[in-house]
């Protein structure tokens, strides 16, 4: 089993950068995807980007493309979210997701079996 925190949520201007961390503890991190997914007031949870697990490769919601970078340090047990050019929608709840079962992450809520509380991000108009 592995547990998940998130940190780095905030309020920020429309435009401004906001950096979400989570750290894993339990299992070795290495050997887990990790996801980042956001729910926004009245809609379901959906996926923000992910990573596999060596971090060689990246996937992104296209609505975020261009703005958002996933990363992860497995050293120290840590993903990263860094959120550039927000927009009033990235407004809402931020969870990490881990999954050990599979190398590559998947765009789906189901495909993770460990989740963080989550982080709110609130940017203003």
């Known amino acids: 089993q592995v547990q998940l925190e998130e940190s780095g949520g905030g309020l920020v201007q429309a435009g401004g950068s906001l950096r979400l961390s989570c750290v894993a503890s339990?299992?070795?991190?290495?050997?887990?995807?990790m996801g980042w997914f956001r729910q926004a007031p009245g809609k379901e949870r959906e996926f923000v980007a992910g990573?596999?697990?060596?971090?060689?490769?990246?996937f992104y919601a296209d609505d975020v493309k261009g703005r958002f970078t996933i990363s992860r340090d497995n050293a120290k047990n840590t993903a990263y979210l860094q959120m550039n050019s927000l927009l009033p929608e990235d407004t809402g709840v931020y969870y990490c997701?881990?999954?050990?079962?599979?190398?590559?992450?998947?765009?789906?809520?189901?495909?993770?079996?460990?989740w963080g509380q989550g982080t709110q991000v609130t940017v203003s108009s």
């Open positions: 997701a881990a999954e050990g079962s599979s190398r590559y992450p998947s765009r789906a809520s189901s495909g993770y079996g460990y």
């Open positions: 339990g299992r070795s991190f290495s050997d887990y995807v």
């Open positions: 990573i596999s697990w060596n971090g060689d490769r990246t």
